[in-house]
């Protein structure tokens, strides 16, 4: 059984991986698609840290909390390992977009992490659902 804390805690990443997909899509529309590509990734990086929070687990470090969602959720087979390559995925172009220079994001590339963020988001929705 989950703390209340924890659990707050956890539908409160939620809802903040839920407005960065929002900011993401209004990036995307205004033609940023680097930056859409940044908000994409952290949509999925809170949604990760919401399962996280029911752990009562956090890392400082970004690939501490990829490795701890894929080791204790992706490998056990409580997500499909399909969801390791969007994170995967995600943080490449997130990390490309964000530090190389003469990265040039895409229109259909920031579709397709938009597209990730979404289906990554409602599978964490989902599981938060069913656990309750």
């Not at 752990?55 to 204790?72: A, L, M, P």
Request: glycine share 4%.
């Amino acid at each position: 059984m989950h703390s209340e804390k924890s659990r707050t805690l956890a539908l409160y990443r939620l809802e903040r991986a839920k407005e960065l997909i929002d900011d993401s899509r209004r990036l995307f529309e205004s033609g940023s698609y680097k930056s859409s590509n940044n908000r994409a990734y952290y949509a999925i990086f809170y949604s990760m840290r919401a399962v996280l929070a029911l752990d009562e687990v956090d890392f400082k470090k970004h690939s501490g909390v990829i490795q701890y969602f894929q080791r204790e959720y992706i490998k056990t087979g409580v997500f499909d390992k399909s969801y390791s390559d969007i994170i995967m995925d995600a943080s490449e172009i997130r990390n490309a977009s964000d530090y190389d220079d003469f990265y040039l994001a895409s229109k259909d590339e920031a579709i397709a992490q938009i597209e990730g963020a979404e289906k990554f988001y409602r599978a964490v929705e989902a599981f938060l659902k069913r656990i309750e």
